[in-house]
């Protein structure tokens, strides 16, 4: 059995972060050939719901780079790596030196995600909230009333490069830690960030996807530096031509822009659709 896994931004999505057209015709065929294929994302699953709907994503979903895995048959969460209460006021901290504020994930019963955070500092935070509430129906709160044991998936921020690119710097240097950045879709003088325990990854999820469903071939698909991990447990892997040069160097080869649809085509090539 063979496994594609794709990555959502930069890679499945266009550039209005959709499934366009043509992908949309390309999974279905890939349904009617009965090959195999998910999702593994930096997103959360309340993000990233809606865009695959009706496509045929019925297999387990990665998340959060590899932080939680969930299970479409059962609408639950079957593995995670969560944030330990240190490392949750190692990461605080740093965002309280740089003063950034911190938008703090976590699990609460039936996946119901609630986001915490401290009081709104720039326009930017105060329409990433919007985007969270309407948009993608998640509870906001204050960083005071999460409880003290919660289930913490992963701390980000959304701002300018400068500050977060010295909590990116201070979280580096911690073992168990990991952190994620890049030019954020919301404009492009913003930097987004993405800090999760370093136990998780694609690359270790995509692992796990593997022993659980007997696959014997992995091909995958990414364009950032969170792809890398599960490149190097891959098969094979492609990255679009408007992925990282790192990503790009590490790939079995370059392929088609995400937003002229150049993984939908490869995959009619590929698996002549």
């Known amino acids: 059995m063979e496994l594609v896994v794709f990555d959502l931004d930069g890679t499945l999505l266009d550039a209005r972060a959709q499934v366009s057209e043509h992908t949309q015709e390309t999974l279905r065929r890939l349904r009617q050939r009965h090959i ?28 959060k780079n590899g ?18 209460a240190h490392e949750i006021e190692e990461i605080l901290g740093a965002f309280i030196a740089a003063e950034v504020t911190p938008f703090v994930f976590t699990l609460g019963p039936d996946n119901h995600q609630v986001v915490y955070h401290t009081p709104l500092l720039t326009d930017a935070e105060r329409r990433l909230v919007k985007v969270f509430g309407e948009d993608r129906g998640l509870t906001l709160a204050d960083l005071t009333d999460m409880a003290l044991h919660a289930e913490v998936t992963n701390i980000s921020a959304l701002g300018n490069r400068e500050p977060l690119g010295h909590i990116e710097h201070a979280v580096a240097a911690q073992p168990h830690l990991v952190a ?25 999820a995509v692992e796990r996807l593997r022993e659980d469903l007997a696959i014997e071939r992995v091909i995958c698909f990414g364009d950032s530096d969170n792809d890398l991990s599960m490149f190097s447990v891959a098969d094979e892997s492609y990255a679009p031509s408007n992925a990282k040069e790192s990503v790009k160097a590490a790939a079995t080869a370059v392929i088609g822009h995400h937003d002229a649809d150049g993984i939908s085509h490869f995959l009619r090539e590929r698996f002549n659709l």
């Open 36 to 63: 195999a294929y998910t999702v593994a994302t930096g997103r959360t699953l309340h993000a990233s719901r809606d865009l695959l709907a009706n496509h045929g994503f019925d297999l387990p979903h990665i998340y």
């Open 67 to 84: 932080v939680v895995i969930w299970q479409p048959s059962t609408d639950a969460y079957s593995h995670s790596n969560l944030l330990s």
């Open 180 to 204: 994620y950045g890049g030019a954020a879709f919301e404009g492009e003088h913003l930097y987004w960030l993405d800090i999760h325990h370093s136990a998780a990854s694609k690359g270790g």
